[in-house]
């Protein structure tokens, strides 16, 4: 049974920081691509960050890039966002994504709050 669990959302001023993890189990996280997308309200779900299974090809959205650093540990199935001087725009419920054979796997979602 596949799980995603997004922790580490919440609510932060405008240029504060938070790190997002998703802890994964029930598929070879070590083999999958991974991502993180998210939904802000009114609005369709949008790509942010992805990562490949080595970590050596790495995307970003453009609204993101400088700010976010995606990154992943193989040893532990867990995927990371660290999100840095955020602004009241990154507000939204961000889901981690995996691609394994084809097949695309989503969390729950963590809310993510900037206050302005």
């Known amino acids: 049974q596949v799980r995603m669990v997004e922790s580490g959302g919440g609510l932060v001023q405008a240029g504060g920081s938070l790190r997002l993890s998703c802890a994964a189990s029930?598929?070879?996280?070590?083999?999958?691509?991974m991502g993180w997308f998210r939904q802000a309200p009114g609005k369709e779900r949008e790509f942010v960050a992805a990562?490949?299974?080595?970590?050596?090809?790495?995307y970003y959205t453009d609204s993101v890039k400088g700010r976010f650093t995606i990154s992943r540990d193989n040893a532990w199935n867990t995927m990371y966002l660290q999100m840095n001087s955020l602004k009241p725009e990154d507000t939204a419920v961000y889901y981690c994504?995996?691609?394994?054979?084809?097949?695309?796997?989503w969390g729950q979602g963590t809310q993510v709050t900037v206050s302005s």
């Open positions: 994504n995996a691609l394994e054979t084809n097949v695309f796997y």
């Open positions: 029930g598929f070879t996280f070590a083999t999958a691509g």
């Open positions: 990562i490949s299974w080595g970590s050596n090809t790495i």
